[in-house]
Structures are given as C-alpha cells and as structure tokens.
C-alpha cells in the first residue's frame, strides 16, 4: 500500500483521496475498535427493544452453532438514516458507504456537560490547527462508555438495561449534544458525518430532535453510541459500515479506526 499523502503536521493533504481510494487507508496504523458490542446486556435508549440472542441450533444436536437475533435498528453503534427522522427521507441501504469512510478529527468534551454550540465546536476545532476540509468529525464526551464502565453488575435483560422508563434512562445518560447552532456549524462546515459516543447527538429531553433534523436535512450522516473512552482526540481515518437492511430507517454498525503513526 502506498503511504498517505501529508502536509502540515503530517496530517492527509487531500480529503478526497482519503474518502474514495481506499489505497490511502495507513499501512501501519493502529486498527481501533470504537463500536459498542450488542448483547443481552447492551444498555438501549429508553424505550428501544432490548436485545435478545437466542441459539435455535446447538453443534450437539445439529451439528452446527444457529443463534436467533433480536433487537432495534438503532442499537449499539448505529448509523440513523434520513427516513428515521424525515419524511420520504433515505434509508439505511441506500447511503453512499464513502461519506462514512475517510479522514476523523476527533474532538473532547468529556470535561463539559450540556449544549454544544457553534461557538465551543469552533473554539475547539481552531485549536486543534486541523485542515479545514476534513469529513469526518467524531465528538468524544464519554457518556455512553463511561456510564457504562461505572455502571458495576450489569442488570439482566429485562430488567435495568434497556427497560428503564424515560425519565430515569435521561437522567442516566443525559450528556453534551449538539444545540441548533452547532448542528448548523457541522452542516456549513461541510462535514460529510458526524459521530458522539452518546445515544443521541440531541438532547434526550427534547421531543422535536432539532439537531437530527439539520443534521440528516443537511446531508451529514449521524453515527451513535461510539466507544471512544479510550481514544485520544486527533487524526484518524474512519471507517463505519450500516447493515445493509432494505427500507430500514438505521442500522448496527461496525465502526473502526485507524491511527497514523
């Protein structure tokens, strides 16, 4: 494989290249599992199916292992499609897969809590001396893998995880999310996706989903529930892969990065 091409700070001169030729992808690089693994104990948004994993089929008795999956489209990491949110909008099987690959600016919120405007994204990313046509910008606040982590016993299906009604569940996982302003700042920066390890890149409380609107209005896919606790803000290449469920309004995914040096 040939080595990415770098410019200042040995960051990748063209997004282009990183988004479409895969040949870009660095040859050496650490290979960073950031998705949440799906599980009878994977903590759902409230009110989302708890995940069931049922073997239907044991090497004993058939001769082969079969299990029965269960569980929503937006469990785990998880792409949301435009049809989750908007009206006519597209589903998960028909977004382009390389606007979900390339070039990941990693930012950290994990010392804020609250609303994430235009005016803290844009202070953050001028600090960061980032290129300013990068596509990918993934927004670290830990909540989802630190409430996770600090949980202790995981509660059983059926139980804690998963069925915990909305109130209870907001206050467990209420973390940064993006307000009006910041969603407009990703959309007029010309990120092509955006990703946060919380359940949503808006606030739980809200009904209206303001910032899903702008964002999915806007072309930017929107990537949730990332394990980046132990990832260190910076530069990485990004790789992010929906199921391909037909007519369906999201979908697991495996979301992986690739560091550099």
Same mark, same amino acid.
Request: proline share 5%.
């Given at each position: 494989m040939e080595k990415v091409p770098v410019g200042v700070e040995g960051l990748p001169v063209s997004v282009e290249e990183t988004q479409v030729d895969l +040949? /870009?992808?660095? @040859?050496? %690089? /650490?290979?960073i599992d950031i998705t949440t693994p799906i599980s009878p104990f994977t903590r759902t948004f409230p009110g989302d199916p708890v995940p069931a994993i049922e073997r239907v089929c044991t090497l004993e008795k058939e001769g082969c292992a079969v299990s029965r999956l269960s569980f929503g489209s937006h469990t785990g990491t998880h792409v949301d499609a435009p049809s989750h949110i908007l009206e006519n909008g597209m589903t998960i099987d028909k977004l382009e897969l390389k606007n979900l690959m390339g070039t990941a600016l990693i930012l950290d919120f994990s010392s804020l809590s %609250?609303? *994430?405007?235009?005016?803290? *994204? +844009? /202070? @953050?990313?001028r600090n960061t001396a980032a290129p300013g046509n990068i596509p990918i910008l993934l927004l670290k606040t830990e909540a989802f893998s630190r409430k996770q982590r600090n949980a202790g016993e995981v509660s059983p299906p059926g139980e804690e995880s998963g069925s915990q009604d909305m109130e209870s569940g907001k206050e467990e996982f209420d973390s940064a999310y993006l307000d009006e302003s910041g969603a407009a700042w990703i959309v007029e920066k010309g990120f092509r996706t955006i990703g946060i390890d919380g359940f949503s890149v808006d606030n739980l409380s809200s009904e209206t989903l303001p910032a899903h609107h702008i964002l999915l209005s806007g072309s930017v896919n929107i990537v949730e529930c990332l394990e980046l606790g132990s990832v260190e803000a910076g530069i990485y290449f990004f790789i992010c892969l929906p199921l391909k469920i037909e007519s369906c309004d999201g979908a697991p995914a495996r979301a992986l990065l690739i560091s550099y040096s």
């Open positions: +040949e /870009k992808i660095p @040859a050496h %690089g /650490k290979i %609250g609303a *994430l405007t235009a005016y803290i *994204l +844009e /202070k @953050a990313f």
